[in-house]
Each structure stands twice: as structure tokens, then as C-alpha cells.
């Protein structure tokens, strides 16, 4: 079975610290994605990584970036935390063929 | 015109019946359709993909998919309250990203 961990369940962050959310897989696959979720807006990809030191910018790369020094791990950084950065941040992997299997998942408040 | 577009519901289906999911996309030449299932607070975790016309069967899960009308649905045969969430539609556009709708509630009632 495919594992994706993420460092944090629950994350609460003041205004304007910075912030690093990591995912790590077990399953040495190539692709790693962070999404985040909002009710009424879905799945936003964020940020993905093809390859180690490679990245790609999704849908909404603004206020964030990503580290991806090694396969198996792809870090989230939010350089200046701001309340509307409050959200659910998912991390993926995917096989390749595409079908994508999450992390449990990190519910971020920022105050 | 969104690019996966789902009815967000709440589908409301007695316990055992057959729930409908319906999900259909704008890009004609996507190749690959995932179902998704997402319990409250939990992440998104796939049950189902299919790549070819017609039905694929798995269980009390079958989904559908037909390329000419642009549609993909997900049946739930003998439902149970265990089948209450949300189910996430997603698509393999022809420039190989992955799309999520935005996903339909689903609520089993006993």
C-alpha cells in the first residue's frame, strides 16, 4: 500500500511567521503534488514536483513555495503566513497512471 | 464553463438503494477519470478509475464512462450509511493534469 505522511494534524500560526509543512512517501514515486482545500472551491494544486530539485507551479503558487531535496519528501513553505492562508493542505503522490493517493492531511489556522 | 463540473447535492438515498453520482467534463480529449471518496474531515482516498468506454465493476461500485457525451458517473449499489461523503469526480485532461470537480454530497439514510 501506498503511505503519504504529513508532519502535522492540526497547525495554528501567527500572522507573518514562517511555515513548513512536510510530506513523505514510502513508495519512491516521482510525483508529488500539495493541494488545498476550501469548502466551495475543491482541490487547488498549489505546487508539483516531477523530480528531485524540480518543480512546477499549479493553480495558486502565490505566498507559497516547495523544497524537494529528496525523493521521498516534498516540503510546503508559507514565507509570510496571512489569514487567508487558513485552509486544509493536502499532499499526493501518484502512480503513473495518474491516480493520486493523499496524505491525512493538514488543517493550518492562521491567527 | 468549469472543466469538471459535479452537483454538489446533498444526494439523499434510502439505505440499499442504488446512489447516482454524475460528474462530466469539458475537455474532449481527457483520457483518464478517477472517482474519489472523502469522509468529513478525512482526505480524499481513490475508489475507483476508468480509462475506457463503457462500464468498469468493482464491487458495489461500478462506474461509467461515456467519451462522446462527456460524462463519467459512479454507482453505489445497496447503499449503507458507511457510503455517506463526499465522492470527488477527477479528469486526466489531454495536458495530462489532473482536474478535481468540485464534489457531491452524498448522505445514506436508514
Known amino acids: 500500500d501506498v503511505k503519504v505522511t504529513q508532519s502535522s494534524r492540526y497547525l495554528v500560526k501567527r500572522t507573518g511567521e514562517k511555515v513548513f509543512l512536510e510530506c513523505v512517501q514510502d513508495m519512491d514515486h516521482e510525483n508529488m503534488f500539495w493541494y488545498r482545500q476550501d469548502p466551495g472551491l475543491g482541490l487547488r494544486l498549489i505546487y508539483f514536483?516531477?523530480?528531485?530539485?524540480?518543480?512546477e507551479k499549479g493553480d495558486i503558487p502565490e505566498g507559497y513555495s516547495v523544497s524537494r531535496e529528496k525523493k521521498e519528501r516534498f516540503s510546503l513553505i508559507l514565507e509570510s503566513a496571512s489569514t487567508n492562508q487558513t485552509s486544509m493542505y493536502l499532499c499526493a503522490t501518484t502512480t503513473g497512471y495518474y491516480e493520486q493517493y493523499f496524505g491525512p492531511g493538514t488543517r493550518l489556522t492562521v491567527t | 464553463q468549469k472543466e469538471v463540473e459535479q452537483n454538489s447535492g446533498p444526494l439523499s438515498v434510502p439505505e440499499g438503494a442504488i446512489a447516482s453520482l454524475n460528474c462530466t467534463y469539458s475537455?474532449?480529449?481527457?483520457?483518464?477519470f478517477f472517482w474519489y471518496r472523502q469522509y468529513s474531515g478525512k482526505s480524499p482516498e481513490l475508489i475507483m478509475f476508468i480509462y475506457s468506454n463503457g462500464d468498469k465493476e468493482d464491487g458495489r461500485f461500478t462506474a461509467q464512462l461515456n467519451k462522446a457525451s462527456q460524462y463519467v458517473s459512479l454507482l453505489i449499489r445497496d447503499s449503507q450509511p458507511s457510503d455517506s461523503a463526499t465522492y470527488l469526480c477527477a479528469v486526466k485532461s489531454s495536458a495530462s493534469k489532473i482536474i478535481f470537480g468540485s464534489g457531491t454530497r452524498l448522505s445514506i439514510r436508514p
Open positions: 514536483s516531477y523530480d528531485v530539485k524540480m518543480k
Open positions: 475537455d474532449r480529449g481527457s483520457q483518464s
